[in-house]
């Protein structure tokens, strides 16, 4: 396994208490494999893989548990200088919003050359070329003219490619991409995530993909762990979590998109919201909001079940989960 | 959603025709010359009826939000007409112009921001009825907003609280019951729904729903997620650069749709079923949307048309139904601005699982 990420734990300090934004994720990918990482805004999605990255702003967050292995070695237990060559160089992230994440006082060419300078010890010169050849490979076009530009004189599309080409730059093992499309126009989706499979195919990266998108989702991962509240609530193959999800929580994700291909009479609408993270509910944390919940839900946290009715390598953290999975 | 009796006979509530909004692009500090303009919205034509859901779809840039704004009066048009119940209202100004917007009302994209942080629910909602007083008189007004946070299925009690209080959600449906304060006829919806997570959405789609059939409203709702717009809507337009390229029923357009914009865009649809991605063809436009401020001569499209010829540079199709489509009758035949018009079949996965149909919490 290129990376394994185990029973992590993170949370944060506020004034108002101690928020719990991951609370027991287990996750792994392998080289040339993709990984969703599915849920709404506050289940961990992103504080995981920030975790993973080592960019978590400590303080306010603290990692309170748990181990993340890369390659073998717990990236937890390495000093900070060593994490610095990890990052970057072995594993690279891409982010939702491109414009935030570009120096708007530098050119592309130099944010770009400078991975090389700093990693690999590289002129200017040579660098400055090196970036020309990965505009290239990203497909933006008269990549020579266009590497002295400044981000704000690229559309929103081409942006992204400049991530995903800073990210590639030194080939890492692995990419985390942060809702790379969400910012973007369907045209301009459809044109990068294409970009980015290939790339990944031809390089043999593992990707994981952060998102929210049930759509994204189905037309490029391999496995799916979907989040809620801070745990993985179910993990399985993508062709068998759209077939039959084992959760309700994705159940109810499903069956609440509207869909191009069919028209409904009423959208299924999950009651209620999602979970305070300082006042996580007992039990499940999502039984208030579900329609199987039990007594036994509001007092005994589900484990991440094997789901052994499936061929398939997957988990549940229902304790129904055989009435979901078959209901 | 379609509204049960079929919306086609029904008397037209809104009909726009050559709407223009350029905005001048000027040069120089004391002196300003005007150098060029950009055309949002370029020559945009639509007739929407009562009871019925026009949906208007669009990539980012494309005029739809500035369409919004106009039939609000939030911006006046350069040119063009926008009749409501036969009155132009770009031609209105002082008490007739009060009148005609508390019959029009909008909805914003971003709940977060379109609600003041200082002031209490109750006072954002009761607050159109200090500018309509006729509405609802002095003493009533808590009652009445009460009634609106019960409507959009808010407790009552929380009308002294703020926006901070509420989840994105709840105020969006804080939004909804502004903008339903004055009972209008017409519901103007920005993107409504794009800023909520996706099991928060259902709920608010749910509500609009609801409250059209309640109150007999209609809506103009706009949103660059084709998903979410054909759900709600009995007829969509597609905008792009400034101008409406294809109009027609839900069905004409997302399954028979005859402009190559709109194919493109329909394939580009990221289908939630996995079994799909073998079988479907994605049509990958080529480059990027051109800028409002230097538009291609005849067709606008024609830059990033896979059909493109000469002809698309000459002559801008007009948004008619194609005079070779037009004999065959069938889905095919609505209006689409395209010389070379014809079905593509856009392809989709197999029918999928049945939606189950839940009350609404």
């Known amino acids: 396994m290129l990376l394994e990420v185990r029973d992590l734990h993170v949370e944060f300090r506020t004034r108002d208490g101690v928020a719990k934004a991951v609370n027991g994720v287990d996750y792994g990918v392998d080289a040339g494999e993709t990984l969703a990482v599915l849920g709404e805004s506050g289940s961990g999605k992103s504080v995981t893989a920030q975790a993973v990255m080592g960019i978590l702003d400590m303080p306010p967050g603290r990692i309170t548990g748990g181990e993340i292995l890369f390659q073998g070695r717990d990236l937890l237990r390495l000093k900070e200088e060593e994490r610095r060559k990890v990052r970057g160089a072995e594993m690279a992230m891409i982010f939702q919003d491109a414009l935030s994440s570009l120096n708007p006082v530098l050119t592309v060419g130099d944010q770009l050359g400078e991975m090389f300078v700093v990693h690999r010890g590289m002129s200017r010169k040579d660098a400055r070329a090196k970036a020309v050849e990965l505009m290239d490979r990203v497909r933006i076009p008269a990549a020579k003219e266009r590497v002295r530009q400044y981000p704000h004189q690229f559309s929103g599309g081409m942006r992204q490619r400049i991530m995903i080409a800073m990210a590639l730059a030194l080939e890492p093992a692995l990419i985390i991409a942060d809702e790379p499309t969400t910012a973007l126009d369907v045209t301009v989706q459809a044109q990068v995530m294409e970009l980015l499979a290939e790339l990944r195919r031809e390089y043999r990266m593992g990707l994981i993909l952060i998102t929210h998108d049930l759509g994204v989702v189905a037309d490029v991962a391999d496995k799916i762990a979907v989040m809620y509240a801070g745990r993985i609530v179910e993990s399985a193959p993508v062709h068998d979590i759209y077939k039959a999800p084992a959760h309700p929580y994705t159940r109810g994700l499903l069956d609440s998109i509207p869909r191009l291909d069919q028209k409904g009479r009423q959208l299924y609408a999950i009651k209620g919201l999602p979970p305070n993270l300082m006042d996580i509910p007992p039990g499940c944390a999502f039984h208030p909001r579900c329609p199987l919940a039990q007594d036994v839900c509001r007092t005994d946290v589900p484990p991440l079940y094997e789901v052994t009715d499936s061929d398939a390598d997957r988990g549940s953290a229902c304790h129904f989960w055989r009435e979901c999975l078959h209901g | ?361």
């Not at chain 2, 009972?183 to 729904?193: G, M, N, Q, S």
């Open chain 2, 1 to 361: 959603m379609a509204s049960a009796p079929a919306t086609a006979s029904a008397e037209p509530i809104l009909e726009v025709s050559g709407l223009y909004k350029h905005y001048p692009l000027t040069q120089g500090i004391l002196f300003k010359k005007q150098v060029g303009s950009v055309k949002a919205v370029d020559g945009v034509d639509f007739t929407l009826r009562r009871g019925e859901t026009l949906g208007i779809v669009g990539e980012s840039g494309c005029g739809k939000s500035t369409v919004a704004k106009m039939l609000v009066n939030l911006e006046r048009p350069t040119a063009g007409s926008i009749k409501y119940k036969g009155e132009d209202i770009t031609k209105l100004s002082g008490r007739a112009l009060k009148a005609v917007r508390r019959n029009i009302q909008m909805v914003f994209q971003d709940p977060y921001t379109s609600l003041n942080p200082r002031m209490t629910v109750g006072d954002i909602i009761g607050e159109p009825y200090d500018i309509h007083p006729e509405v609802a008189p002095k003493g009533d007004r808590r009652r009445r907003v009460r009634e609106l946070l019960d409507v959009v299925g808010l407790n009552p009690e929380y009308i002294n609280r703020y926006p901070h209080q509420f989840s994105g959600g709840q105020r969006q449906r804080i939004g909804i019951a502004r903008g339903l304060a004055l009972r209008p006829e017409v519901i103007v919806a920005d993107e409504p729904v794009s800023a909520l997570d996706v099991s928060v959405q259902a709920q608010v789609i749910n509500l609009m729903d609801r409250l059209q059939n309640e109150f007999d409203l209609s809506y103009v709702f706009i949103a660059h997620d084709l998903s979410i717009v054909r759900h709600i809507s009995d007829r969509v337009g597609v905008m792009y650069l400034g101008r409406i390229v294809e109009i027609g029923k839900d069905a004409e357009i997302y399954d028979h749709p005859t402009h190559p914009y709109t194919q493109a865009l329909l394939s580009a649809v990221p289908v939630p079923d996995p079994e799909a991605r073998e079988h479907r063809e994605r049509i990958i436009l080529a480059g990027d949307v051109p800028s409002p401020t230097n538009i291609p001569s005849g067709c606008r499209f024609r830059t990033r048309c896979w059909k493109a010829q000469e002809r698309c540079a000459q002559e801008v199709p007009a948004l008619v139904v194609p005079p070779h489509l037009r004999g065959r009758g069938g889905p095919e035949a609505h209006d689409s601005a395209c010389h070379f018009a014809e079905a593509g079949s856009v392809m989709r996965s197999a029918p999928g699982q049945v939606v189950p149909t839940e009350a609404e919490s």
